[in-house]
T-cell receptor
Framework: EPEVTQTPSHQVTQMGQEVILRCVPISNHLYFYWYRQILGQKVEFLVSFYNNEISEKSEIFDDQFSVERPDGSNFTLKIRSTKLEDSAMYFC?????????????FGSGTRLTVV | AQSVTQLDSQVPVFEEAPVELRCNYSSSVSVYLFWYVQYPNQGLQLLLKYLSGSTLVESINGFEAEFNKSQTSFHLRKPSVHISDTAEYFCAVSKNYGGSQGNLIFGKGTKLSVKP
């Protein structure tokens, strides 16, 4: 069964450093998403991406965050200057269409620890 | 705005016992409802969903959930659990955009621990 692949599974970074989280969505999917889960809290929507541009973003997704689909296969989330409160599990997801019957496929997540 | 409340953060049960994982939501608009499951070291997987029609929905592995509009609930049940059901379960809602998929709003999750 096709999978969404996220790398690395765990990343530790120093506060103030830039970090890039990588995702390889399912090859024929057209919609891409990032969610995050701070330990003990809810999974929260960050951003959705379609046709090489952001289609929606939450208030969490401020100027420190950016997304890119650099080469037609990868989908990346960049945090420019990490803060302690960015420590969370970050989930990438993709879907073929926005119609509900298609659903999302989630990756297994990247645990980001900012020290 | 929509919100989802999962009242139990952890639910320990013995194998073959029944289980209910509770989920309540609030929304001023029509929503779709979902249960996702996360097994250790894996991604979130869709377990079942309510879009319209029959208020009782079932998954292929014996779970079922019932949409109760008056109580704004979507509780997940299984009459007899297995060790392999040990996982974290997330309830989620999505705004009803007339067939299009809105962003998912999740609850905090419930960790189901099945003991032999």
């Amino acid at each position: 069964e096709p999978e969404v692949t996220q790398t690395p599974s765990h990343q530790v970074t120093q506060m103030g450093q830039e970090v890039i989280l990588r995702c390889v969505p399912i090859s024929n999917h057209l919609y891409f998403y990032w969610y995050r889960q701070i330990l003990g809290q809810k999974v929260e929507f960050l951003v959705s991406f379609y046709n090489n541009e952001i289609s929606e973003k939450s208030e969490i997704f401020d100027d420190q965050f950016s997304v890119e689909r650099p080469d037609g296969s990868n989908f990346t989330l960049k945090i420019r200057s990490t803060k302690l409160e960015d420590s969370a599990m970050y989930f990438c997801a993709s879907s073929y269409r926005q119609a509900l019957n298609y659903g999302y496929t989630f990756g297994s997540g990247t645990r980001l620890t900012v020290v | 705005a929509q919100s989802v409340t999962q009242l139990d953060s952890q639910v320990p049960v013995f194998e073959e016992a029944p289980v209910e994982l509770r989920c309540n939501y609030s929304s001023s608009v029509s929503v779709y409802l979902f249960w996702y499951v996360q097994y250790p070291n894996q991604g979130l997987q869709l377990l079942l969903k309510y879009l319209s029609g029959s208020t009782l929905v079932e998954s292929i592995n014996g779970f079922e959930a019932e949409f109760n509009k008056s109580q704004t609930s979507f509780h997940l049940r299984k009459p007899s659990v297995h060790i392999s059901d040990t996982a974290e379960y997330f309830c989620a809602v999505s705004k009803n955009y007339g067939g299009s998929q809105g962003n998912l709003i999740f609850g905090k999750g419930t960790k189901l621990s099945v003991k032999p």
